[in-house]
């Protein structure tokens, strides 16, 4: 009879390892062909006693809808399969069981092994099973993880030499896939990778789901932290070919975070990989980073972060400052781009760079653009009333990509709009290229109803994102602006002038205007201006500043106070 591990039974939890070789073949009828040894003595029945009986009584009479409605859905294109269910001992007790079943499409036969941790069940816990297995992949979940992390820790404490790390995993812009391809292209993504990483993997590790696009990956016996890299290369290698799915070949790569094993508790131990995975994903993807010290500080300052935003948004700590933007052709004054600034009560101005992608993260951008808007609306109609002498002064207001995805953005414009009785001519939203493109159908329809409210648009941070050109004709937008990395180097640099002559061509055939943003010197204003783009924005006019020396600016363009001219510095190449 199979025992348990000596070091395993001092543990309190009923969670416990099967050994390697409890396998069972069963034909289309469910009748089994073939029980091993190990697995008879595990449900303390004799072996000849199972062979030839029905696969399904074996299973708690609950599970035996579930197992056949999924084992239907076997065939050669799905060939493998996982799921839970009870098992009932000769003494009347369960086990709950995930189960490894493959499909020998040829023989017509099931090859059933099992995963290798169980659970002994009783009373209430018999519910367990589909708790610790994730339904979609098949996979043991988190908590089913942290157990097998746990035992691993006791494991590790008593015998020294024992070393293992524990790696998350994330696969990089699953949501693109998601909303892209939709749902079930997801799903299958999800399966797709989840197969791959058990394959990849020893018998002895155990990768397990941790919900979402994420994974976790337990490596036990190993050296040190970078014998987990060859892991790691092995998954990465898999990855350059594509998956197919639904016909779709689907490229994705993962981010990895790695952390050795330590004293801490497994939450922590996940914590601190997930961490590092976070930094893997913001250096691009597609590759690991180890956790330390310095990580787990900056984890702790994101978090402080997040809760000082939070209070924040609560108190109304945010300003909006502005940024002239100057019609190039007379240097005189168009209007302003509203930019975000943050008076925290101790660390004073913070500039958006330090907390729009934490606000965006959590969502709080949407209470934050929201005010944003209703404040530039209030001061432009307030500008407009006292002290525009006859010529219209606009602002700009940038929308981020959670916005777009709040159904409330269509009326909270309606809403800035009326409290503040600004034209709605008046009102430029700038949305960047990556926001729309996660979703450029929907992001049409929802551009063409502020459209209908006779907003102007503009497209943000033009030449940066991956978008692709073309939708630019399909996009019912007023105006590109050029991002400030062109403008840099567009006295110096051939291609970056080039890069703005084909946009300014191609802008202008579609009907729309430019603004060039980041102008610094004033023979990148001459160059531009020479080019035939229409707006300028940058340092050489103004950084960005609070409403009232706003307000100084525009009065003193509109007595005819100078603009810094356009120099007419030839191109330096
Ligand atoms: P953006 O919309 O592209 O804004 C232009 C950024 O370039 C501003 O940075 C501005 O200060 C900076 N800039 C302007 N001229 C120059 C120049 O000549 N040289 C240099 N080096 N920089 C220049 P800022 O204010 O730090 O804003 C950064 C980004 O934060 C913005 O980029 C925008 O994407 C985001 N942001 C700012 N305010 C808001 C807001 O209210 N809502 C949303 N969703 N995003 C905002
Ligand atoms: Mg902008
Ligand atoms: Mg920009």
């Known amino acids: 009879m199979y025992r348990t591990r000596p070091e395993l039974q001092t543990m309190e939890s009923s969670f416990f390892k099967l050994p390697d070789t409890l396998l069972l073949v069963f034909d289309r009828n469910w009748v089994l062909s073939l029980v091993s040894d190990a697995w008879a003595a595990t449900l303390g029945r004799c072996r000849e006693d199972l062979l030839n009986s029905c696969f399904l009584d074996l299973l708690h009479e609950d599970d035996r809808e579930r197992c056949v409605v999924r084992l239907a859905t076997m065939d050669e294109q799905t060939p493998t399969l996982r799921f839970a269910s009870r098992c009932q ?11 490894n079943i493959r499909y020998d499409s040829e023989n017509a036969l099931y090859y059933a092994s099992a995963h290798e941790t169980a659970v002994n069940l009783q009373g209430d816990d018999a519910r367990l099973p589909d708790m610790f297995i994730d339904s979609l992949t098949g996979l043991p979940n988190r908590s089913l993880f942290s157990e097998r992390l746990q035992h691993t820790q006791h494991r590790a404490r008593r015998r020294s030499s024992l ?18 391809l939709g749902h079930r292209q997801g799903d299958l993504l999800l399966m797709a990778v989840a197969n791959m990483l ?7 590790d155990m990768v397990a789901r941790m919900g979402g696009d994420e994974f976790a990956l337990l490596l036990e016996d190993i050296r040190d932290v970078s014998a987990t890299l060859h892991v790691v290369n092995r ?38 990989a997930n961490t590092a995975m976070i930094g893997a994903k913001a250096l691009g993807g597609g590759g690991y980073v180890v956790f330390d010290k310095q990580m787990h500080d900056q984890a702790v300052h994101r978090l402080e972060l997040e809760m000082d935003l939070r209070r924040a948004v609560e ?56 005010s944003m808007l209703h404040e530039a609306c209030r001061q432009a109609a307030s500008w407009n009333r006292r002290l525009s002498a006859g010529q219209a002064i606009s602002v700009s207001v940038n929308l981020a990509a959670r916005q777009l995805q709040s159904p409330e953005l269509l009326a909270d414009i309606a809403a800035a709009l009326a409290d503040s009785a600004l034209p709605p001519a008046l009102l430029k939203l700038e949305i960047t290229e990556s926001n729309m493109m996660t979703n450029p159908e929907q992001a049409i ?25 073309s939708y630019l004709h399909r996009l019912p937008i007023d105006t590109l602006k050029i991002d400030r990395s062109f403008v840099r180097n567009v006295h110096r640099n051939d291609k970056d002038r080039h890069f703005i002559e084909t946009i300014v061509g191609l802008a202008h055939k579609l009907g729309h205007d430019l603004v060039c943003e980041g102008i610094e010197l004033a023979c990148q204003a001459s160059i531009l201006t020479g080019m035939g783009v229409e707006y300028g924005q940058g340092f050489l006019y103004s950084r960005p500043v609070a409403a009232h020396e706003a307000e100084m600016f525009i009065l003193t363009s509109r007595n005819g106070g100078a603009m810094p001219a356009a120099a007419t510095v030839p191109f330096i190449s």
């Open 235 to 272: 998954i990465q290698q898999k990855l350059v070919m594509p998956f197919m799915l639904d016909r779709h070949e689907v490229y994705c790569t993962v981010s990895f975070g790695i952390t050795a094993g330590s004293s801490k508790s497994p939450e922590e131990l996940l914590g601190d």
């Open 315 to 370: 108190r109304g700590e945010f300003q909006a400052y502005y940024q002239p933007i100057i019609s190039l052709a007379d240097g005189s004054l168009s209007g302003f781009e509203a930019l975000v600034r943050w008076q925290h009560p101790e660390k004073g101005l913070i500039s958006p760079a330090d907390f729009i992608p934490v606000a965006e993260e959590t969502g709080m951008i949407v209470p934050i653009g929201r």
């Open 198 to 204: 058990y394959s990849t993997i020893r018998p002895t």
């Open 89 to 99: 001992r000769q003494d009347g007790s369960y086990l709950g069981i995930a189960w």
């Open 445 to 469: 329809d929802l551009l063409c109803s502020m459209k209908a409210m006779g907003i102007r648009l503009m497209l943000d941070d033009f030449g940066t994102g991956y978008s692709s050109l």
């Open 163 to 180: 070393n293992f790390a524990v790696l998350y995993c994330g696969i990089d812009r699953f949501k693109v896939v998601n909303q892209s």
